[in-house]
């Protein structure tokens, strides 16, 4: 992660009423340096009926960087991250990920999924089948890979969790912080270039989710581009290099860690302090 590589936010006034000031200032210098993002929303609406659900969210990711989204429940942290992944189609707007254009109705889905990996608070995995065989099997199925190959990617995904010895436990075996360290070897498994975390702890107690945050910052330390949406205050200040506050489908508030201490609106600042 390169923090001097900060996000390159989109500036829609309309849409992000507040950038912290040590976001914006860093963008000048950065301006020849900076790469292609990986993932970036441009104006993205989505309503579910007559419930406007995303009201125009831009941001950008670069390689390496780590967004944390949070916000209320129903603010549409969840629908931004479920729309990178094309899991839900937006109305209009633009997205692009690992140069795919998301937006698009011809978009290639197995490319872009092998390219994104998506972690949700449910782990899914399939009861009837062994920890390896969970991991090894959409490497196979969709790259093709032989068993022999996708039992090492296994092996070190597995080691990269901490699970390097339960490969050949089942789901019901392990408690819920390791399967859910399990549900991001799976991830890890199809080497994609994001990684998108949707509340992963919120069904754990406190000791399981340590060891799956524990998990997520080593990935943000390895260089790995990720989006977590959490509701762990003290986690996204640390680990992330952006902190984006969701309020009403918008990107109300964003900037650095340290803008939770330091709140802009009263939105932020009631959120806060009020919790969720
Ligand atoms: N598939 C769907 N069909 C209809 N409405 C939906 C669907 N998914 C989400 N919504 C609605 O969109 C709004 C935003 O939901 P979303 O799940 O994005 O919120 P969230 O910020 O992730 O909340 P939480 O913190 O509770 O997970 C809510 O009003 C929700 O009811
Ligand atoms: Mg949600």
Known sequence: MKREDTMNLAQDAAVQPVAHAALSAQQPQQQGQQQQPVVELKDVHKSFGSNQVLKGVSFAIPKGQVVAIIGKSGSGKSTALRCIDRLEIIDS????????????????????????????????????????????????????????????????????????DKAQAYPEQLSGGQQQRVAIARSLAMEPQVMLFDEVTSALDPQLTGEVLRVIEALAQGGMTMVLVTHEMEFAARVADTIIYMHEGKVWETGPGAMLKNPQTAELRDFLSHGL
């Open 93 to 164: 707007g633009t997205i692009n990920v690992c140069g795919h254009a998301v937006h698009d109705p011809a978009i290639d889905l197995r490319q872009l999924r092998q390219d994104v990996g998506i972690v949700f608070q449910s782990y899914n995995l399939f009861p009837h089948l062994t920890v390896e065989q969970n991991i090894t099997l959409a490497p196979k199925a969709v790259k093709n890979l032989p068993t022999a190959k996708a039992r090492e990617i296994a092996a070190r995904t597995l080691q990269q969790v901490g699970l390097a």
